[in-house]
């Protein structure tokens, strides 16, 4: 009995920012919001969190319809994305606030922000003020001023943008594994595909107001639903083709319809992994596609491939591999063969 | 332009404010230096140092009255402007306002206006009101002319808050008047303190509105305005001299507290 959003919408005058929109998070999940900007990802953050209130919709948790509660009243606490620490206020105050506005003891008080500022690793700092602190420390006083106050739901609106790239993958782990520790579902927002991936339970894919698709991580990478999921979520070869008599037609290749998707004729668009693509071998079932090669970058651990099919030269398939000193690769405007297996592919539904 | 030319230009530049500012501030300063040296008919006695003009002021009951009515119109105005200020700028920073213009030219016109307007309308409306003028008129009617400075200064700190700042009180379960006190107030202090320095200074020597409505009531610019058709006494020097050095001190601390951007330091 987690997060229950039903019908939830919500429009400034003639705009409507958030579609009616249908959500769910469970007790304890890691559940991501997904988008670029302007996709109603911060719109639906700022729903839960009390901040607006919807045009349209119910907003439930654990039962309890919280529509028209106050944010004040809702046992959810959020970190912001400028952190929004009280600057007159020491790193003890700002994280014992929660609790001071509750009426508790101060001594209770003190020992709890303790105890909170040493699980996020920032035991000492009590008397710092946050001029006084890194990004990266600011991000974790306003975590522990979150989680203080035992929230049943933590909000986390994109956290991670303002940091470092070595920080952000750093923060990511610690994210997860605190999320772990404490065992309480995250609400997070992102814009970045890599941070969802990496750390969520599900991601919820919006764009334009609307969810596009919620699943495992796995599922949204390997079998996107939407044409804007299979471009907004790690590299991909789309190509446009037909469906027809339990074949997957198209200007680059024709192959056998994976298995599990719907044999009725109609037009879709197929995704193919860069990874999923390789050099030679028509064996085994693959598929195969005579090629021009357009460009070969090698970038450390993987090298990637540009090529152009010759049956459809305004096409160009980008590949994958895993770096080989010991293999030559072709050269430009060499020819040659590349293959994938079927089963690999992506059949996206371009949709009415 | 050669250096030792443009040295000329800084050196003719650097006289002439001198020679401005000694303008200015002679008649201040000789003003000051009558108040500890002895006039009298046969000339100047340079010698005689002496701070009688300021044990003459002390026993002046008329003055010493008006300048406690002047002490007790500013703080009760500037106090006044103060809620008032703070009230109005949450008012028109809160997304769902209405009138936010008109309520902008209503608080700077009387700012913006020759006080002799502000002093004749208040005048007319107590005296249509049936409101008998005194000290509390003046409050009013100062209250109304120094709300604009704190109001500005008041805003400003409030516009540059983000609005996450409040969002995360609320969201950590303040009320709206725990927020006001633990979060909102101690970030407004700083710019309330020194606009309440300047609404007191323009308060303290405001004369015009204060013609208008103080009825029986004097505060000390009127009261120096009515000596002036009597002549001054030596202790007027002895008194400028007080106020002189309290409005310095009042100017310190305000240009001390403002940043060069005219931010408030915290």
């Known amino acids: 009995m987690g997060l229950s959003l039903k019908a939830v919408e919500k429009s400034y005058g003639a705009q409507r920012v958030l579609q009616p929109v249908d959500l769910e998070a469970a007790d304890g999940e890691f559940l991501t919001i997904l988008g670029p900007s302007g996709s109603g990802k911060t719109t639906i953050l700022r729903l839960v969190g009390g901040f607006t209130r919807p045009t349209g919709g119910h907003i439930r948790f654990g039962g309890t319809d919280l529509t028209d509660v106050p944010s004040h009243k809702r046992p959810f606490n959020t970190v912001f994305q400028d952190y929004a620490l009280f600057p007159h206020m020491s790193v003890a105050d700002n994280v014992g606030y929660g609790l001071m506005v509750r009426g508790m003891a101060k001594a209770a008080i003190r020992d709890k922000v303790v105890r909170t500022l040493e699980v996020v690793g920032l035991g000492g700092l009590l008397d710092r003020y946050p001029s006084q602190l890194s990004g990266g420390q600011k991000q974790r006083v306003a975590l522990a001023r979150a989680i203080v106050c035992e929230p049943k739901l933590i909000l986390l609106d994109e956290p991670l943008a303002a940091l470092d790239a070595e920080m952000r993958r750093h923060m990511q782990f610690f994210l997860k594994d605190l999320q772990r520790r404490i065992a309480t579902a995250f609400l997070f927002v992102t814009h970045d595909q890599e941070e969802a991936i990496t750390m969520s339970d599900r991601i919820v894919v919006m764009d334009k107001g609307r969810i596009e698709q919620v699943g495992a991580p796995g599922d949204i990478y390997y079998a996107p639903k939407t044409p804007f999921v299979a471009r907004f979520f790690g590299d991909n070869n789309l190509i446009e083709g037909n469906v027809r008599d339990g074949r997957v037609e198209t200007a680059v290749a024709n192959f056998a319809l994976p298995a599990g998707s719907r044999a009725e004729p109609r037009p879709v668009l197929v995704a193919v992994r860069p990874e999923k693509i390789s050099i030679g071998g028509a064996d085994g079932g693959r598929t195969a596609i005579a090629c021009k090669v357009e460009e070969t970058t090698f970038t450390g651990a993987l090298t990637q491939l540009k090529a152009r099919p010759l049956a459809a030269p305004q096409t160009t398939l980008l590949v994958k591999m895993t770096s080989d000193p010991g293999r030559p690769l072709p050269e430009r405007g060499a020819e040659t063969t590349l293959s994938f297996a079927p089963d690999t592919v992506a059949i996206v539904e371009v949709g009415s | ?266």
Not at chain 2, 88 to 96: C, D, F, K, N
Not at chain 2, 186 to 202: D, E, K
Request: with cysteine; aromatic share 10%.
């Open chain 2, 1 to 266: 332009m050669s250096l030792s030319s443009e040295r000329l230009a800084a050196t003719a530049a650097g006289f002439l404010a001198a020679a401005v500012l000694a303008v200015l501030y002679a008649p201040v300063v000789i003003g000051a230096l009558f108040s500890v040296i002895e006039v009298t008919r046969n000339g100047i006695n340079w010698g005689g140092f002496s701070l009688a003009w300021y044990g003459k002021l002390w026993q002046n009951q008329s003055i010493l009255d008006a300048v406690r009515t002047t002490l007790i119109v500013s703080a009760c105005s500037v106090s006044l402007a103060i809620v008032l200020s703070i009230a109005l700028a949450l008012y028109v920073e809160w997304e769902g306002a209405i009138g936010r213009r008109l309520i902008e030219l209503v608080v700077y016109l009387p700012f913006l206006l020759p006080p002799i307007v502000t002093g004749l309308s208040l005048l007319i409306f107590f005296a249509n009101l049936g409101i008998s003028r005194g000290v509390a008129t003046i409050v009013i009617g100062h209250s109304v002319f120094v709300l604009a400075v704190l109001y500005r200064l008041v805003l400003t700190r409030l516009q540059s808050l983000p609005a996450t700042l409040f969002e995360a009180s609320a969201d950590l379960g303040a009320t709206r008047w725990q927020t006001l006190r633990h979060v909102l107030w101690p970030q407004l202090r700083s710019a309330v303190a020194t606009g309440a320095i300047l609404a007191f200074t323009l308060s303290f020597d405001e004369t015009l509105i204060s013609v208008f409505l103080a009825g029986d009531a004097t505060t000390l610019p009127l009261r120096l305005w009515a000596m002036m058709r009597v002549g001054f006494t030596p202790e007027i020097n002895a008194l400028v001299t007080l106020v002189l050095l309290f409005s310095i001190a009042l100017a310190i601390i305000v240009s001390l507290r403002m940043k060069p951007e005219g931010e408030m330091e915290e």
